[in-house]
């Protein structure tokens, strides 16, 4: 009943794979709410919905429910930009205020044990032209964007129309995925590189076939140019999963470490990022990977070699 009222409508796979039940069982337990009283609505080919000004009566929250809501109240405040800090907060009260006196010492011994801290290389955003409260106006009322947008290679600024379809959080930053109209494709914008975003009045167009669970599973397993196999040491094996998630083909566990294969379209920028490994990456396969990294790191030490000039 909770998950027909959270939804508009709920179709009988998605009940399936949230209980984990089959089909059959969907269909019987519907049947037995609809036998006691409670109104479901059921569309032949559209789903289950309870009828329109059904409400359950509050449901009060376990204490290990009211604790997860603190920590994942902090963080989102750790993710988000400043636009939703004020809403997050305000949401966080209005569930305190109703909890009883015991589930609230425990809320607050939790926030108080928890910090989330020390981020990587991106502060959390602050005055960033694109707000992520904007961003879910948009894709809440289907609205178009206009944009200015800095890229991430010659920094330069191109003007786009794009048509917001989801919001992802990878790496330290959020990215608008949208339609760009410029490009006629799917686009991956960096939310903090949009200089300037005004809302058009009209409407998307219809994007009705598009998943942005299935885009991102796309993204993951495309076709790169070049698979790179690398032993990383244990103490490195972390952060080289994290920072090239997108690109991870394969791991395999070995003594003193594990070996990646790593997908990627730019040799220059993975020798790069391989470098800062220092001795804890080695590259195992291909051999030109190999040569242009050994050829890196020549030109690195040249670069910062010390010249002694003899009298």
Not at 50 to 72: H, V
Not at 94 to 101: G, I, N, Q, R
Not at 142 to 163: H, N, W
């Amino acid at each position: 009943m909770l998950l027909l009222q959270s939804r508009r409508v709920t179709r009988a796979e998605d009940i399936a794979a949230h209980f984990e039940i089959s089909l059959r069982t969907v269909y019987r337990d519907v049947a037995a709410l609809s036998e006691i009283g409670i109104p479901v609505i059921a569309e032949a080919g559209v789903g289950y919905s309870l009828m329109k000004g059904y409400l359950l009566p509050p449901i009060m929250f376990s204490e290990d429910e009211a604790a997860a809501l603190g920590m994942a109240g902090l963080a989102l405040s750790k993710t988000s930009d400043p636009s939703l800090d004020a809403s997050i907060q305000s949401a966080l009260l209005k569930v305190k205020a109703a909890l009883p006196d015991r589930q609230k010492s425990r809320l607050e011994r939790v926030e108080e044990s928890v910090i989330f801290g020390w981020s990587s290389h991106a502060p959390k955003p602050d005055g960033c032209v694109a707000r992520l409260v904007d961003l879910q106006t948009c894709l809440a009322e289907s609205r178009a964007l206009r944009i200015a947008y800095q890229g991430g290679g010659r920094g330069e600024v191109t003007k786009r129309d794009v048509e917001p379809l989801g919001l992802i959080h990878y790496l330290d930053y959020w990215h608008l995925i949208a339609w760009c109209r410029l490009r006629k494709d799917y686009r991956d914008f960096r939310i903090d590189r949009i200089q300037k975003i005004d809302i058009l009045d009209r409407n998307t167009e219809q994007h009705g076939n598009f998943n942005l669970q299935k885009y991102l599973e796309k993204q993951h397993d495309r076709t790169e140019s070049l698979e790179v196999k690398i032993f990383f040491k244990t103490i490195s094996v972390g952060r080289a999963r994290r920072e090239w998630s997108l690109g991870l083909v394969s791991e395999h566990e070995v003594e003193g470490g594990s070996i990646l294969v790593l997908a990627t379209k730019a040799c220059d920028w993975m020798t790069g990022w391989l470098l800062s490994f220092q001795e804890n990456a080695t590259v195992l396969e291909p051999e030109e990977m190999k040569h242009a990294l050994a050829e890196e790191a020549r030109k690195v030490a040249d670069h910062h070699a010390i010249r002694v000039t003899c009298n």
